[in-house]
T-cell receptor, first 111, second 112 residues
Framework: QKEVEQNSGPLSVPEGAIASLNCTYSDRGSQSFFWYRQYSGKSPELIMFIYSNGDKEDGRFTAQLNKASQYVSLLIRDSQPSDSATYLCAVNVAAGNKLTFGGGTRVLVKP | SAVISQKPSRDICQRGTSLTIQCQVDSQVTMMFWYRQQPGQSLTLIATANQGSEATYESGFVIDKFPISRPNLTFSTLTVSNMSPEDSSIYLC?????????FGEGSWLTVV
């Protein structure tokens, strides 16, 4: 079992709709959770991070964390074609702030 | 956030040669990391670059293949030694600032 798992997609979303991305992790000791966006040919850019159970909102993005069920999700509201990218879930599974990445979910927002 | 500069941004290398990638940060940081992203894959941590001591390598990565230097709190280098086509990847420097980890622009290496 992979430590961090994501559906590879592509997740096809109409413009203006909500894109919902999920990520599960295996280590119950994981402390912090990150979502990165990566455009083709570019390096990952941080969207947001979350540490506590519940929701965290930042603009059109909402991260949701459920440690009991070991999943973290990302909602993108009012999806735009510019949101078309690969979204990487990363988890801090050990001390030292090393990140373990999921395989990424490709999102395609269609006008 | 931090400004993280990597050099080179892109290179085409002959197999059997070595290439050193530089990472410069605009502020002092304790933790610096090197990741690899092979074509179509996600990111894999190569090593943690420790200032003043040897780097800590992840399983599957060895110092002879990926020697790392960290002479101060703003700079690190990663060398990819004796390159083969399997080393064609994006190599990413990352730093921890506060509770967050940021990435440089990456170095795109193609080995022919």
């Amino acid at each position: 079992q992979k430590e961090v798992e994501q559906n590879s997609g592509p997740l096809s979303v109409p413009e203006g709709a909500i894109a919902s991305l999920n990520c599960t992790y295996s280590d119950r000791g994981s402390q912090s959770f990150f979502w990165y966006r990566q455009y083709s040919g570019k390096s990952p850019e941080l969207i947001m991070f979350i540490y506590s159970n519940g929701d965290k909102e930042d603009g059109r993005f909402t991260a949701q964390l459920n440690k009991a069920s070991q999943y973290v999700s990302l909602l993108i509201r009012d999806s735009q074609p510019s949101d078309s990218a690969t979204y990487l879930c990363a988890v801090n599974v050990a001390a030292g702030n090393k990140l373990t990445f999921g395989g990424g979910t490709r999102v395609l927002v269609k006008p | 956030s931090a400004v993280i500069s990597q050099k080179p941004s892109r290179d085409i290398c002959q197999r059997g040669t070595s290439l050193t990638i530089q990472c410069q940060v605009d502020s002092q940081v304790t933790m610096m990391f090197w990741y690899r992203q092979q074509p179509g894959q996600s990111l894999t941590l190569i090593a943690t670059a420790n200032q003043g001591s040897e780097a800590t390598y992840e399983s599957g990565f060895v110092i002879d293949k990926f020697p790392i230097s960290r002479p101060n709190l703003t700079f690190s280098t990663l060398t990819v030694s004796n390159m083969s086509p399997e080393d064609s990847s994006i190599y990413l420097c990352s730093v921890q600032l506060g509770n967050t980890i940021y990435f440089g622009e990456g170095s795109w290496l193609t080995v022919v």
